[in-house]
C-alpha cells in the first residue's frame, strides 16, 4: 500500500510566466552573430546626455530605424538631458530633437541631423517564440560596438497586454537601448541594463512599442522632452523589482515595488508583483494582502485572481483558494498555470477525481507541460492506479528525461505492479541523476 504524498504548487519566480515543455537551447551558431553584427552595427550608436554645463551626464546605445536619422533607445538613457549628442561610426551629430517620448515603457525617439544614415530592419516582438536565439549589440561604456548572444528565455506579461521579453544575453551599463535581434536580422528589441546582479538575465522593451513614434513629425527639444528623472518615476522601480525578484533577490524585489507603489499608487500590476515577491520569501498574509488590493483596482484581472488563489493554497485555505482559482478560470478558460494550480489544490483536500479533471485539462492546454503529467501521476499513484501513473510518469520522462522525480515516481509505480526488472531501470537511471532518490527507490524495490 502506497503512502500517500503532497505535490507543490507553482508559484513562479519569474513573474506570471510558465514553461510549456523543455526550453529548447539552440546550439550555439557564431555565423548568424558574426553576420547580424556585420551587417547592423554600422547602424548602432552611441547616445551621449549633457546637462546645461555641458557636461556627459549618461552614456548609452541606440539604433537607427529610418534613414533620415531617427533614433530608438531607452529614455532613461536621456532623462534629463539638456542636449544629446550621438556617435555614429566615427563621427559625432547633433540632435534637431525627440520624436516621441514613452517613459512608462522606457522609451525615446530621437530625430539626428542629416540624411542617408544606415538603419537595421525592424521586426514584430509579438511573433517571438521562449527559446530562440537572440543577439545584442551595444557599445558598453561608450566603447567601440561588441555583440553578445543568448536565448529568449521568456515573455513576461507585467500589464493586461503589456510584455516584455526576458533573455539571457549580457547587457552592460552602456549598452541600454541597443537593438535586440532575432536570428534573423530583425530588430525585436529593445535592451534595458536594470540591475548589475543579473547581467546574464535582462530584459528589453518590445520594439513594437516604439513604432508610434516613428510616425510622428513635430520635434521637441531635449530640455522639455527629457526634463522628467526617470530614477523617480514608478516605473523605473517596477523594472528594477522585476529584475530583483528574475534574479531570487525577492526582498530587494519588494522593496523596489514597494518604492513604485509610493510613487504611483494605483497600479494594479505593481501589487500583483510585490504579492508574489512576499509568497516567494513565504509571507503569505502580506501576499494576500496586496493581492485584494489589486484585485480592488481590477477586480476581473484573472491573472491576479490566479495568484491570489494559489497564496491562499498555500496558506492551506482551500475553499478562497479554489473559489479564486475558479473565477479566474472562468475569466480566462485556456490558462494552463491556474487549472494546474486548481488540481494541486483539489489534491490537498483529497479530491483526487476532481485534481484528475483539472491535470488532464492543463494537458489538453499545454501537452508539452511536464510537470502536469507528472501530476497526473502522482495523483494516480494515490489511487493506486499504478498502470496509469506510469503512462503518465513516462509522458513527464519524454518531456524532461533528467528530471529525478518522475524516474523517482515510475520507478515506484513498477514496484507497485510488481515488475522489479523496470523498477531496476528506473533505479540505475536515478543513480546518475539524484543518488539519495535511488536509493529511497532500492529500499523500495527489496523491502
Known sequence: MSTRLSYPLTMSTLFFSIILGILIIPSPCRGDAEKIFKVNSPAVVVVASIDREGKPTGIGSGFIAREDGVIITNYHVVSMAADIKIKIG????????????????????????????????????????????????????????????????????????????????????????????????????????????????????????????????????????????????????????????????????????????????????????????????????????????????????????SKLGTVYSQMEKYDEAIRNLKKSIDLKPDDPLTHFNLAVTYEKINQYEKAIESAQETIRLAPDFPDAHGFLGFTYTNLNMYAEAAVAYKSAIRLNPDDPRMHLGLGKAYVNLGDRPLALDEYKILMKLNPDMANTLFDLIYK
Not at 537572440?134 to 521568456?154: C, D
Open 90 to 305: 566615427q563621427r559625432t551629430k547633433n540632435v534637431e530633437g525627440l520624436l516621441h517620448v514613452d517613459i512608462e515603457n522606457d522609451i525615446a525617439v530621437i530625430k539626428v541631423e542629416g540624411d542617408n544614415y544606415p538603419r537595421v530592419t525592424l521586426g514584430d516582438a509579438s511573433k517571438a517564440l521562449v527559446g530562440e536565439k537572440v543577439y545584442v549589440i551595444g557599445s558598453p561604456q561608450g566603447l567601440e560596438n561588441t555583440i553578445s548572444e543568448g536565448i529568449l528565455s521568456g515573455i513576461r506579461e507585467i500589464d493586461q497586454g503589456k510584455k516584455i521579453l526576458q533573455m539571457t544575453a549580457a547587457i552592460s551599463p552602456g549598452s541600454s537601448g541597443g537593438p535586440v535581434f532575432n536570428s534573423r536580422g530583425e530588430v525585436i528589441g529593445i535592451a534595458t541594463f536594470l540591475i548589475a546582479e543579473t547581467q546574464n538575465l535582462n530584459f528589453a522593451m518590445p520594439v513594437n512599442l516604439a513604432m508610434a513614434g516613428l510616425s510622428k513629425k513635430q520635434l521637441v527639444s531635449p530640455q522639455e522632452a527629457c526634463k522628467l528623472d526617470f530614477n523617480e518615476t514608478a516605473s523605473c522601480w517596477l523594472y528594477q523589482g522585476l529584475a530583483y525578484g528574475s534574479a531570487g533577490q525577492h526582498d530587494r524585489a519588494a522593496d523596489a515595488f514597494k518604492r513604485s507603489l509610493s510613487i504611483d499608487s494605483k497600479k494594479a500590476e505593481t501589487y500583483v508583483n510585490l504579492g508574489i515577491s512576499y509568497a516567494n520569501m513565504g509571507k503569505y498574509q502580506e501576499a494576500i494582502d496586496v493581492l485584494n488590493q489589486a484585485v480592488a483596482i481590477e477586480p476581473n484581472r484573472a491573472e491576479t485572481l
